[in-house]
């Protein structure tokens, strides 16, 4: 956890609540390495829990109240936990979210004061919400002398973000800022959740290439996705994308419209390069896992039609760079961020060629920066 964001919570907790708060809460952020879009169709992920992330300090209040001020929106939240009705679509509604869908494992929430800041670019597909659900979640459990399995907590933060936010998300972004590891990624089986931790390779970092650009209308195209998947998934007549092959989804293509068979060839090819990208990992094939990155941007591109002009921009700007191994657009896509493997020894370099040549190429200015593997969500007594 950053000391700066602790310092930063603790003072504006005592300012407003006049003593320490007794916990402080962080959950990370996450980069997902390759798998994109795979895991709202039962298939594989393997992403990593990254340095950046939330904090929440609070204090436990024992009654039915909750009081939530977020330091970046400068607003201040509080609701009892037994009243819970829509508001706006905005931070609280992660917040809201949390509290219904906890509301089904534990009978008596209680409450406590907060105060929340983060250190994550917001909307930029570094999991800003899942981060912000997950410390909260941890929050109320722990307020509320309740102890649930972090695995657990991610499925109850998924659940607030499907049945409350009302995005039809995988499971991917909660378990990871749940259950990350320092110095690992994660293959998640997203059906089963079976984790295996993948050691990181020495010698590459992973850079975060921040286009600058948000779309606003995301969260319906991407439950667009879930749908179409789900479509494809019922022409193949198997439980999820999951379940399918290449081979059988050639055999059947004439019962495909040619959109629905691109969104199956993505979500297919896609599960076999995080096998093969796990492999690579295991081998020290630093190569080979560049150009899985590369196959999986032209998949998300062209296939699955996630990207947008500046993501492909950057990501071709940073592909052309000495020391670049591979990049790809990275989580949800529609704008937001991308993600490049890079050799250490030119990091330096390559942040500042790429964002010099995106700036010339679009006249927006990037937020290029390396990100280190961290531990998922944990609580400490401040
Ligand atoms: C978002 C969702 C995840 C996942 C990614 C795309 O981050 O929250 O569940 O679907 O998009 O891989």
């Given at each position: 956890m950053e000391d700066i964001l602790k310092e930063k919570v603790g003072k504006k907790f005592r300012n407003l609540f006049g003593a320490d708060p007794e916990f402080l809460v962080f959950a990370p952020g996450r980069v997902n390495l390759i798998g994109e879009h795979t895991d709202y169709s039962d298939g594989f992920v393997l992403p990593f829990a990254i340095n950046l992330g939330i904090v929440l300090a609070f204090s436990p209040t024992n009654n039915d109240q909750i009081d939530?001020?977020?330091?970046?929106?400068?607003?201040l939240f509080s609701q009892k936990l037994s009243k819970n009705s829509k508001g706006p679509a905005d931070w609280t509604a992660y917040i809201k979210g949390v509290i219904w869908a906890l509301k089904s494992q534990i009978v008596q929430l209680k409450g406590f004061q907060g105060v929340v800041a983060g250190n994550l670019p917001i909307g930029a597909g570094l999991s800003?919400?899942?981060a912000l659900e997950v410390v909260a979640a941890k929050a109320l459990c722990a307020s509320s002398d309740m102890d649930i399995s972090s695995p657990k907590l991610a499925q109850i933060c998924q659940r607030a973000e499907r049945g409350w936010v009302g995005v039809n998300v995988g499971i991917m972004d909660q378990l990871i800022s749940a259950c990350g590891k320092r110095g690992h990624a994660v293959k998640l089986d997203c059906r089963t959740l079976d984790t295996e931790y993948v050691l990181i390779p020495d010698g590459i970092c992973f850079i975060v290439l921040d286009t600058n650009t948000r779309r606003e209308l995301s969260h319906s195209a991407y439950n667009k996705r879930s749908e179409e998947v789900e479509w494809a998934a019922q022409i193949l007549k198997v439980r999820a994308l999951r379940d399918a092959s290449l081979s059988m989804l050639i055999k059947?293509?004439?019962?495909?419209?040619?959109?629905?068979?691109?969104?199956?060839?993505?979500?297919?090819?896609?599960?076999?390069?995080?096998?093969?990208?796990?492999?690579?990992?295991?081998?020290?094939?630093?190569?080979?896992?560049?150009?899985?990155?590369n196959e999986s941007h032209i998949s998300l591109r062209d296939d699955f039609e996630v990207s947008s002009e500046e993501l492909n921009i950057i990501v071709d700007i940073a592909i052309a760079q000495p020391g670049c191994y591979g990049a790809r657009m990275a989580g949800a896509g529609f704008g937001g961020c991308a993600l490049a493997m890079v050799n250490e020894r030119f990091l330096d370099d390559f942040i500042h060629k790429v964002q010099h040549e995106y700036k010339k190429q679009t006249n927006i200015e990037p937020h290029i920066f390396s990100v280190k593997s961290s531990d998922g969500v944990y609580l400490v007594g401040s």
């Open positions: 939530i001020h977020a330091i970046d929106f400068d607003q800003s919400s899942a059947e293509k004439d019962k495909f419209p040619s959109t629905i068979y691109r969104r199956a060839r993505h979500v297919i090819s896609e599960n076999d390069r995080v096998h093969a990208f796990v492999n690579a990992m295991k081998n020290h094939d630093l190569q080979k896992m560049g150009h899985l990155l």
